[in-house]
């Protein structure tokens, strides 16, 4: 059974004790919709008694409506959980670390008061950052069945719609291509980035259409990853230094146009 307790506005408090059904579920994701109808940012606070456990159904919708939620994340705050079950605390602990950008803090049932206060501070306001520059780039090059990027910066959804309609585009012209992508300067990536389904759709696709794939200049990580997984696959997969990067052009069969990289000015080029 799922309890909503009276909190500030900006918090949405509740207590789980018992059976967790899917109804209960459907009670908490309103009572959090409606705190996000009048507030920007909210927190909030979970207090699960011992006797507490989840029913298959409970199970199954948390899931379904913590998924619907991603594209709202930035919204929460801070989120507090108390309770004594070992595999709900760690299960929080993970998505602190998966989404990073709450604050996720567990406490033991002793510590209920000292959660409930830390919850109830009023959020800071939603940072308003600026528009970022495009991270990947695409470079013109001598040979139209080669398909050329460049990565500069943190990779956001935009850029992988971007970047999916361009490939598409070279996929749609020619039976096969290579590509090349050079890592200048790779900030990571957003979780909806990562998520976003064309991607996947473009990732399959490649298996067949792409010949040779050269990445210039990848992080050790990055390198040793592609090295892992490249014979498991039937695209060619080299790894270059940035120092060999003409060995890159060459392995894919063009040179780079002298032309700017698009959409940013030859400041990349």
Do not use: C
Not at 131 to 159: C, M, W
Not at 234 to 257: H, L, M, P, Y
């Amino acid at each position: 059974m799922l309890e909503l307790q009276n909190s500030p506005e900006h918090l949405v408090a509740m207590k789980i004790t018992g059976d967790i059904t899917g109804d209960d579920v459907t009670k908490g994701s309103k009572a959090v919709e409606d705190a996000l109808k009048h507030r920007e940012r909210i927190s909030i606070f979970i207090e699960i008694d011992s006797s507490a456990h989840y029913t298959l159904e409970g199970f199954v919708k948390d899931i379904i409506d913590g998924v619907s939620k991603l594209g709202s994340l930035h919204h929460f705050y801070r989120i507090a959980m108390v309770t004594d079950k070992g595999w709900m605390a760690a299960v929080a602990r993970i998505e602190g670390l998966v989404f990073s950008s709450i604050d996720v803090k567990v406490f033991e049932p002793g510590e209920r008061d000292q959660a409930f206060s830390w919850a109830s501070e009023r959020p800071e306001p939603l940072p308003q950052p600026p528009s970022p520059l495009p991270a990947i780039h695409f470079i013109q090059t001598t040979n139209d069945k080669v398909f050329a990027y460049a990565v500069n910066g943190r990779i956001v959804e935009q850029d992988i719609e971007n970047a999916v309609k361009e490939i598409n585009l070279a996929f749609e012209r020619h039976d096969k291509i290579n590509v090349l992508v050079r890592m200048k300067d790779f900030g990571g990536f957003d979780l909806m980035a990562v998520l976003n389904g064309d991607l996947f759709k473009v990732k399959y696709k490649a298996l067949s259409k792409v010949d040779r794939y050269a990445v210039v200049g990848p992080r050790p990580w990055m390198r040793n990853f592609l090295e892992l997984i490249a014979p498991a696959f039937n695209v060619e997969i080299r790894i270059f230094e940035t120092t060999d990067e003409e060995a890159a052009w060459k392995f894919v069969g063009a040179s780079q146009a002298l032309l700017p990289e698009s959409p940013i000015t030859a400041a990349e080029a």
